[in-house]
């Protein structure tokens, strides 16, 4: 094996270990300019909207972490089906979306059931915002956008990195505001 091979290797490695316990920078940084306190993301098994054992875990973990800190006012939750966000020329399947809006209704339902937070929003990352979304500056609007600004939500393979550390696809950003 040549030296660049095992150079290319052991950095596609460390990426791949990075990425399983680590929020991208970008995905930090458009969180703090949506005034989130807290962030973390957790992966879905590809086509499935069912909660992993281990992703519950991570979420409890991550819940009972900002209560200890405080009270939780609000967590926002951005969704993905297993594409990253459409690009402004394209139009999510019918599929991506019931996707994504399923895993939405389970991380909403957990939080609720499971980890008592009551204020929960989730917002489906595989529709863009409408114009009057736009128009009116939504919640929903405001979040899609400042992510994709910032580069949270990748639209194209250029975006989400040589070894798809900034992916998005088949995961969830939650976003934990306190009081």
Request: charged residues 30%; glycine residues 2%.
């Given at each position: 094996?040549?030296?660049?091979?095992?150079?290319?290797?052991?950095?596609?490695?460390?990426?791949?270990?990075?990425?399983?316990?680590?929020?991208?920078?970008?995905?930090?940084?458009?969180?703090?300019a949506?005034?989130?306190?807290?962030?973390?993301?957790?992966?879905?098994?590809?086509?499935?909207?069912?909660?992993?054992?281990?992703?519950?875990?991570?979420?409890?973990?991550?819940?009972?972490?900002?209560?200890?800190?405080?009270?939780?006012h609000?967590?926002k939750?951005a969704?993905?089906?297993?594409?990253?966000?459409?690009?402004?020329?394209?139009?999510?399947?019918?599929?991506?979306?019931?996707?994504?809006?399923?895993?939405?209704?389970a991380?909403?339902?957990?939080?609720?059931?499971?980890?008592?937070?009551?204020?929960?929003?989730?917002?489906?990352?595989?529709?863009?915002?409408?114009?009057?979304?736009?128009?009116?500056?939504?919640?929903?609007?405001?979040?899609?956008?400042?992510?994709?600004?910032?580069g949270?939500?990748?639209?194209?393979?250029?975006?989400?990195?040589?070894?798809?550390?900034?992916?998005?696809?088949?995961?969830?950003?939650?976003?934990?505001?306190?009081?």
């Amino acid at each position: 094996m040549t030296i660049s091979t095992k150079l290319l290797t052991t950095a596609f490695v460390l990426t791949c270990a990075f990425q399983a316990h680590a929020v991208s920078s970008e995905t930090e940084a458009s969180s703090k300019a949506l005034g989130a306190n807290m962030t973390e993301e957790i992966s879905f098994d590809e086509g499935k909207a069912t909660l992993t054992d281990s992703a519950k875990k991570e979420i409890s973990q991550f819940v009972k972490t900002a209560k200890d800190k405080g009270k939780i006012h609000e967590m926002k939750i951005a969704v993905w089906a297993d594409r990253e966000y459409p690009s402004k020329d394209t139009k999510a399947s019918p599929a991506d979306v019931k996707l994504a809006d399923e895993r939405a209704k389970a991380l909403k339902e957990y939080m609720k059931k499971e980890l008592a937070v009551s204020n929960v929003n989730t917002y489906n990352m595989t529709k863009r915002p409408n114009e009057m979304q736009k128009f009116l500056q939504t919640q929903t609007a405001t979040t899609k956008e400042t992510m994709e600004k910032m580069g949270a939500a990748p639209s194209t393979s250029k975006d989400t990195g040589m070894f798809k550390q900034r992916a998005q696809s088949s995961k969830a950003v939650m976003m934990i505001y306190m009081e």
